[in-house]
C-alpha cells in the first residue's frame, strides 16, 4: 500500500541551527501537508500545500518556516534559526484532493538542544 | 474558533469489551470528520473519513457515527482485542476556511488487557 515517507526520523540540532525535514508524499496525490505535535499535546496544523504554492497555513508557520517542492516527489519542511521550543514530531501528510482522506507519514522527532 | 474535544483521555477495558469513543466539536459547519489511530511515537493511520452529508462509516470491527448538528462523533469498537491499545485521536475539516487544515483533539488513550 503507497504511504508517505519521511526522513530523518530522528534529528538532534543546536539551537539557531537551520533544519530541512524531508517528505515523499503518495504518488498521485495533490495536497501535501505539514502538522507537528509537541509531546503531549495536539497535533497542530502548520501549512498546506498545493499546485506548488502555499493554500493555507497557520499562525505557528511565520517566517522561520518555509515549505518546497524541489521536485516530483519531494516536499520539504525548512526551519530557519531553530529554537528549544521548536523540539517537536513533524508530521508530513497528502491527500489525493480536497475532502480525502489524508494519510500521515511515520514523523520526524527533532530535538533542538 | 473550532475546538475539538474528547472524552475520556483514557479508557481501560478487558479484551473481549465492546466500547464507544466521543468526539465533540463546537462549531458544526465541517466539512469532513476523520478518526486517526496513533501508537506511541509513531505516525497516525487514518481509520475512517466521513463526509458532513454522512451520517456513519463502518470499517471491519469499527463503526465511526457523525451528529453534525449537535457536534458530535462517536467510534465503536466492537470486541476490543490487545491490538487495539493505541491513542485514537479525531479531527475535523471545518467549512468556513478556504483550506483543508485538519483540527484534532488530544485523543483517547485506550489500554485493552488479555
Known amino acids: 500500500e503507497p504511504e508517505v515517507t519521511q526522513t530523518p526520523s530522528h534529528q538532534v540540532t543546536q539551537m539557531g541551527q537551520e533544519v530541512i525535514l524531508r517528505c515523499v508524499p503518495i504518488?498521485?496525490?495533490?495536497?501535501f501537508y505539514w502538522y507537528r505535535q509537541i509531546l503531549g499535546q495536539k497535533v497542530e496544523f502548520l501549512v498546506s500545500?498545493?499546485?506548488?504554492?502555499?493554500?493555507?497555513k497557520s499562525e505557528i508557520f511565520d517566517d522561520q518556516f518555509s515549505v518546497e517542492r524541489p521536485d516530483g516527489s519531494n516536499f520539504t519542511l525548512k526551519i530557519r534559526s531553530t529554537k528549544l521550543e521548536d523540539s517537536a514530531m513533524y508530521f508530513c501528510?497528502?491527500?489525493?484532493?480536497?475532502?480525502?482522506?489524508?494519510?500521515f507519514g511515520e514523523g520526524s522527532w527533532l530535538t533542538v538542544v | 474558533k473550532q475546538e475539538v474535544t474528547q472524552i475520556p483521555a483514557a479508557l481501560s477495558v478487558p479484551e473481549g469489551e465492546n466500547l464507544v469513543l466521543n468526539c465533540s466539536f463546537t462549531?458544526?459547519?465541517?466539512?469532513?470528520l476523520q478518526w486517526f489511530r496513533q501508537d506511541p511515537g509513531k505516525g497516525l493511520t487514518s481509520l475512517l473519513l466521513?463526509?458532513?452529508?454522512?451520517r456513519e462509516q463502518t470499517s471491519g470491527r469499527l463503526n465511526a457515527s457523525l451528529d453534525k448538528s449537535s457536534g458530535r462523533s462517536t467510534l465503536y469498537i466492537a470486541a476490543s482485542q490487545p491490538g487495539d491499545s493505541a491513542t485514537y485521536l479525531c479531527?475535523?475539516?471545518?467549512?468556513?476556511?478556504?483550506?483543508?487544515?485538519?483540527?484534532f483533539g488530544k485523543g483517547t488513550t485506550l489500554s485493552v488487557s488479555s
Open positions: 479531527a475535523v475539516t471545518p467549512a468556513n476556511q478556504a483550506g483543508t487544515a485538519l483540527i
Open positions: 501528510a497528502s491527500s489525493r484532493d480536497e475532502g480525502n482522506t489524508i494519510y
Open positions: 462549531d458544526s459547519a465541517i466539512y469532513n
Open positions: 466521513i463526509q458532513s452529508s454522512q
Open positions: 504518488s498521485n496525490h495533490l495536497y
Open positions: 500545500f498545493y499546485n506548488n504554492e502555499i493554500s493555507e
